[in-house]
């Protein structure tokens, strides 16, 4: 290989780093200056193959993110100009965008330092249909694909791609600002963002699909979006969910072999489990719960928090456990929510009363496409001896699950059925 062809692909790995690392900061700045997503998204896709271009013969720059935004930037305003059918309109925003000075990757004016907290909020907003908001943060500010927030949700690509092209229509139509609510509607706001923020955690704690249990960048991104409401809004479901996640959080080295493969909590080496983390989740937990004023996070933060200060899975409170799914339930009643319930009692009171709870919710046929489900059956029925009925339940989880992790552990756990 040539030496310009070695450094062309040295760039190029460089780029698709910055990539990775930078693209949702860049995107969510773009969106700010531009003040529209579609646009935004190509300016995008444009300062980063103008950075394939010029970087292997400049050089990648100390500050990769502010050349990109600007490169985006300007790259926006010389397409407006040239617009074929180029409008007065259009005319006026290349203006506009062609005016501003303020260094575009620098803090706002308004106190909040973090374009993706705005778009979050954006994206979040009341305006826009529940799912639809999921769906367009998980794709704008987590950078997921169509393909994965379908499979995360169960539902088809080309039903996901229209959600989010009618949430930017509804955005544009209704001159949604890009930017974050004034403090006395924050509270009515927060809900809807909290759980975005957990969604996306949960996607980063336990991916839908793919080679990889976890990740990091995206429960990581949630975290630090978690830290950020906290300072803007330190109400006690912004402590729980924190909380919950930090807690969570704690454990990622320990959930997976050297090999990748899926580890139970109650096989993990807590050595390996991140005490500070433990620490600041714990101690939210207490704030959040002495406030008197919590919900659902904080409850699961609770939950969380009962097992990761066990000093071994055979030293777990599961009578407190239960009592906090006990509240749980009610606070914010869902199938998942008795199927960890069910896993509780399975463990305070015996197996057979844990598979009773989980065959009724089954039957209802709510989480018949779960493969969770199947597998708690699985393993309960295992523990009881029932190995025809425990066979059954691994095979119809397997059919369901899309982790590779998980998919390894139901085939082991078959496999240990079959003596294998």
């Avoid at 039903?159 to 139509?173: F, N, S």
Wanted: aromatic content about 6%; overall charge negative.
């Amino acid at each position: 290989m040539s030496d310009d062809a070695l450094n062309s692909a040295r760039t190029r790995e460089k780029v698709e780093a910055v990539y990775q690392a930078e693209s949702r900061r860049v995107l969510a700045t773009l969106i700010r200056l531009l003040g529209d997503f579609d646009l935004a998204e190509e300016a995008l896709q444009d300062a980063f193959a103008a950075a394939l271009a010029q970087w292997p013969r400049t050089g990648v720059p100390a500050n990769p993110r502010a050349w990109l935004v600007s490169a985006g930037r300007f790259k926006a305003i010389d397409g407006l100009r040239r617009g074929a059918r180029f409008e007065a309109s259009q005319a006026e925003l290349a203006e506009r965008f062609g005016g501003q000075t303020v260094d575009p990757a620098g803090a706002d004016a308004d106190g909040v330092e973090d374009d993706r907290l705005r778009l979050i909020f954006t994206c979040c907003h009341p305006l826009l249909p529940a799912d639809a908001r999921v769906a367009l943060t998980l794709r704008e500010v987590c950078g997921l694909s169509t393909e994965e927030i379908a499979r995360a949700y169960l539902s088809s690509p080309a039903t996901l791609a229209q959600r989010i092209v009618r949430a930017k229509t509804k955005i544009r139509e209704a001159a949604i600002p890009y930017q974050v609510p004034a403090l006395a509607e924050l509270p009515e706001r927060l809900e809807g963002v909290l759980q975005v923020v957990y969604l996306v955690f949960n996607e980063g704690y336990s991916a839908s699909s793919g080679d990889s249990l976890t990740r990091a960048d995206l429960s990581g991104e949630a975290i630090r979006l978690g830290r950020l409401l906290l300072e803007l809004l330190p109400e006690p479901e912004v402590m729980g969910l924190l909380a919950l996640m930090l807690l969570h959080d704690s454990r990622r080295a320990a959930r997976t072999s050297p090999a990748g493969d899926l580890v139970l909590i109650d096989d993990q080496d807590r050595s390996l489990w991140d005490p500070a983390q433990i620490a600041e989740g714990a101690a939210l937990v207490e704030r959040a719960l002495a406030s008197g004023r919590y919900g659902r996070y904080t409850l699961q933060a609770a939950i969380a928090a009962a097992h990761a200060t066990s000093s071994s899975a055979a030293a777990t409170d599961w009578g407190r456990i239960l009592a906090l799914y006990n509240q749980l339930v009610q606070a914010a009643p869902s199938p998942v929510v008795e199927l960890n319930r069910a896993v509780a009692v399975a463990m305070h009171d015996g197996p057979a009363a844990g598979l009773e709870l989980i065959d009724a919710i089954l039957a209802r046929g709510e989480l018949a496409e779960y493969h969770l489900a199947h597998s708690v059956r699985a393993e309960l029925c295992r523990r009881l001896g029932r190995a025809a009925e425990a066979r059954a339940a691994y095979e119809r989880a397997l059919a369901l699950a899309r982790q590779e992790p998980e998919r390894r552990f139901l085939e082991r756990r078959l496999a240990a059925l079959s003596g294998k």
